[in-house]
């Protein structure tokens, strides 16, 4: 991160004698009881009720309902309800009594002391925007409804505004301002200060502003809500176009002053803000450097710097700590909100949780998803798939992902390599990243693979011998077996209709007819184009494939595919496994073509025969040659002697060493040079 500019204002930093006085006697009717009021949350339905009363909208949107839905008050027996009702009577019914305009603002203050001072101008936005919201819902109502006209008649409101529009504007101009204000204010609050070394000139420069910024929003509510009543109760007859203006002068006096305001404490809390997340940055990069005895410094400084309980479970919608991942492996899911393609989702789901190994591992790891944004901001379309992500995933997610620290998102970004394509870095139960991205590791064995660290995944590909068991492995439990007793097996795809059929007819005609053991699965293409769609449907009918496959599984088998290919590439020269990634790379490449084709091998051998369209015809049109060769040379060698004899008239005499495989021992090997079977030896070092 670039090194940012640190020093305030100089204009900024000394108040006048009289804002030292006043904010003395502000801090005096402060007294904060440790109630956590999510001010965000209220902060937004404010906004809704201000933006409806201010334009011709009538309909909320996802998002909106989400956050009046989630408001709340965590800590206190006294609703929000109760609080916005005193601020209400402060506001009006105290109008007529005779109080100067200084002392009302120092009651209403007094009257939220328990509440830090975000929350105070929040609560007092709520009051002033609910009898604002009330005025502008019974005058647009009067007409149409007669619940509103009524209501309008007893509440005496004026049936013609145009005689006030200069002070309804100068009021709306006066709230926006209030509103801005309190945004500053909030995100002030919301910064970790205590976290990092700041500047203590800056934090009390800018705090001393903060709080005349509190005061004068409580002062303009209170003028605010005067001039509301005051609208009430004139009879359109008083009204004189000197009065109108002089009151609409009054509220634009008040704007100038806020804004001023407004414009020196964002330029102190922006200043604020670029230097705490440059030193989070940095206290990151020192924390993934460090050894740690638990996970919990690097999970809080990443995740809980402005929220004690970050998280939720998806299902039960439960707010968790990060003491709830203590002593666990933890696996970040790192995406945008919209997460992976709904099988790559769905496939990862069914690698993590249908697998034996789930039970003995239970409570030994955990998964968390965080969403990364490509903007600086949430669009509607990312609320609401982030919403819907929240109900069904059985994760856990950041409760509120608005508040994830931008120093944290930069560090995601940089250090762990996140390219808005979803990575899974896996931080071990000490703080250590073990694993930078191992969402093919989870995708190819589950969690069979714990705990997820790139050492794991080397030493499970070790262990990897054959394509096929490898291919079909947790996918298909039916065909997985018959894998492992060292049946053949043949799959074929493509979508070319005519083709399918024929190949269909020939195999009957052949290799079945003459019941010769051979496991035969379609697996269409990675796109289920309508075509395989109707192959897979018509062979319900005409069954070849005596091993049918769904269409989902269908889907695994590609999505697998994929990361083979990727975690093979990843252990180059680590481990013996190029065969695997000749086969799938082939398999990968030749969907990409039109014609058909099929792959057969003994499936626990290396040893695999890969044909394309014509040859698979060819190697069937030529069974009566080779057919007799089976019980000698297996199915994958008779086919091979077949379709490629020896190029020279005697044994070339080449020799080859590999690794020992058990899997090996007592199967036909064929010189790669002369095509003939070789002998097998073993040698010891």
Known sequence: MNTVETSADPACSTPSVEEEILIRNLLISHDPDGRDLDSDLLLQAVKNVLHFATSSETKLDTAERSYNSQIEEVGSQKFIGDVVDKILRELFYKHHHGEDLQTRTMNLLDLLRNFRWNEKMVFILAGLAFSYGEFWLV?????????????????????????????????????????????????????PISEVKMDPELVETTKHHMYLAVYWVARSAIKGSSHIADLRAVKPKRVCRNLTAGAAWELLSLVLKLSNSCIRLQRLVEVCHRQIEEKIYKKLTGLFNETHVD????????????????????????????????????????????????????????????????????????IIYIPILTSTSWSDSEEQNYDLVSNFLPWYLIRKPQRLSSAAMTFIKQEWNYEEEPISVVIDNKGSVINLNAIDTMKIWGSEAYPFSASREEELWKF???????????????????????????????????????FQAKIEETILSKALQLEIVYVGKRTLTSLVR?????????????????????????????????????????????????????????????????????????????????????????????????????????????????STPTPCGHSETIPFDESLLGKNLF???????????????
């Open 534 to 646: 109707n192959i897979l449907l018509a062979e319900t009918q005409y069954q070849p494939s005596n091993i049918p496959i769904s269409v989902t599984n269908i889907q695994f088998f590609w999505t697998r595919l994929d990361s083979i290919r990727r975690s093979i590439l990843r252990q180059r020269n680590k481990a013996n496994v190029d065969h695997i990634l000749q086969d799938v790379s082939w398999l990968l490449e030749i969907d990409e073509s039109a014609t058909g084709w099929a792959m057969l091998g003994d499936g626990t051998s290396r040893d695999t025969l890969r044909l394309r369209g014509k040859e698979v015809m060819e190697c069937l049109d030529m069974f009566p040659k080779w057919q007799g060769n089976v019980s000698k040379w297996g199915l994958v060698g008779a086919i091979r002697m077949a379709l490629e004899p020896p």
């Open 671 to 685: 010189c790669n040079q002369c095509k003939r079977p070789m002998k097998g030896f073993v040698t010891y070092e």
């Open 464 to 502: 990897e011998k054959s394509t096929f068991l490898l291919m079909f492995n947790g996918i298909d439990p039916l065909l997985t077996d018959r894998i492992r007793e060292g049946r053949n097996v043949c799959i074929y795809g493509g979508d070319n209709v005519r083709w399918i059929r024929e």
């Open 295 to 366: 996970n919990q410094e690097v999970l809080r400084v990443l995740f809980s710097l402005k929220d004690n309980l970050p998280f939720k479970k998806s299902l039960s919608q439960e707010k968790v700590g990060i003491s709830k991942f203590k002593d666990k492996v933890v696996i970040l899911y790192i995406s945008k909100p919209e997460l992976l393609t709904p099988e790559d989702l769905l496939f990862l789901l069914h690698q993590m949780y249908n697998n034996p190994h789930i039970s003995k591992l239970e409570g030994s790891y955990e």
């Open 139 to 191: 005058i647009r109502l009067c007409h149409q409804n007669p619940l509103a006209g009524s209501i309008s008649v007893l509440k005496q409101f004026p049936s013609d505004l145009k005689l006030f529009k200069p002070r309804l504007k100068a009021l709306s101009c006066l709230i926006g301002k209030m509103m801005e204000l309190t945004e500053h204010v909030v995100k002030f609050d919301s910064l």
